[in-house]
């Protein structure tokens, strides 16, 4: 087995304050001090702990020596793990849209002068894992920043990321909260990220085995359609799997570029914000966003508009909300 580890730097390296993202988690004080740990197996993946349990696994591998191990590693993402640290709630490499994995990040549509990429299928390019810029764990999180660069043809980036994760400390209900924010810098060209809520944005897939009759959404607005809708803070989904309901709720946060649309509606529960945007050639972009993960039914909403107003430093009022059943034709 062959892995492909490039060392090419990026231009310009994201300042990355982590102090400054775990302020927006300051409402969450933690019911008792909690140990946080990173475990890595190197060119594989990078184990985060809680108290010794398993919370999230980034997967990094890249394997180029056969088409099914480059299927398998063609781009970094991050599993979740159940409360028990037992084994992700979240899908991997396989089933239904293998391209989709766990927190992952793409876009189908990137030009580049006459040329487009396509890095959500992962047609003709791959996003590679170089090395971790950062990383750093103790009783107040863990947080590390993988630097990646997505490929045009052969091994030339067309983009450069900084993709930092941070690991908080949380209450009841939630047992994870996952900080991410990429950066992505322009190097091949002024860059166009383009596509549509299906096939780009910063995402979250549950596992391929969920009750498909059974997911739910929940929207800020009274009658939210978010196949019209733009700029949700926040929305939040609820799947079954094995018999356990897991609660996901997706923060937006305030700075990221707007005219976001969102693709929250799947029964299979895949959903996410998505974008339009260009970059300049040497200049980035970046999307931040804040995961709560929870057993049990959906949070209620004055708690979600309370976690992002810390999330974001506002101080919003409670809205109306819409729930849409996305496994209700399937119900008898």
């Not at 996901?248 to 976001?260: E, R």
Request: with cysteine.
């Amino acid at each position: 087995m062959r892995y492909l580890i490039m060392t090419r730097r990026p231009l310009i390296t994201l300042a990355l304050a982590i102090p400054a993202l775990l302020l927006g988690a300051a409402c969450m004080s933690p019911l008792s001090a909690a140990e946080f740990k990173l475990l890595p197996q190197e060119n594989q993946h990078l184990d985060v702990l809680q108290d010794g349990r398993i919370i999230a696994r980034y997967m990094h591998a890249y394997d180029d020596s056969s088409k099914e191990t480059l299927s398998q590693t063609y781009k970094p993402y991050l599993h979740v793990f159940d409360a028990e640290g037992k084994g992700p709630i979240t899908k991997g490499p396989g089933g239904d849209f293998p391209h989709h994995r766990a927190i992952f990040l793409g876009w189908n549509k990137i030009k580049i002068g006459e040329k487009t990429y396509d890095r959500w299928h992962m047609k003709g390019g791959d996003q590679v894992h170089q090395a971790f810029s950062e990383q750093r764990s103790g009783a107040d999180g863990a947080s590390f920043t993988s630097v990646i660069h997505w490929n045009g043809e052969g091994d030339q980036a067309i983009l450069e990321e900084q993709r930092s994760i941070a690991f908080l400390p949380t209450k009841e209900p939630f047992y994870a909260v996952i900080d991410v924010s990429s950066t992505l810098q322009a190097v091949a060209g002024d860059t166009e990220l383009g596509g549509d809520p299906e096939h780009a944005g910063l995402q979250f897939r549950p596992a391929q085995e969920v009750d498909r009759s059974k997911t739910k959404y929940l929207f800020p607005g009274d009658k939210a359609d978010p196949t019209k809708d733009l700029d949700y803070p926040w929305f939040a989904e609820s799947y079954v799997l094995n018999g356990k309901t897991y609660s996901v709720v997706y923060l937006n946060h305030d700075s990221n570029p707007k005219g976001a649309r969102t693709s929250a509606y799947r029964d299979y529960g895949r959903f996410g914000s998505f974008y339009k945007t260009s970059v300049k050639r040497g200049e980035n972009a970046t999307i931040k966003v804040r995961f709560l993960i929870k057993e049990g039914d959906l949070p209620e909403a004055a708690l979600i508009q309370q976690e992002w107003n810390a999330y974001t430093g506002k101080n919003e009022a409670t809205p109306k909300t819409t729930l849409k059943d996305a496994g209700a034709k399937k119900k008898k």
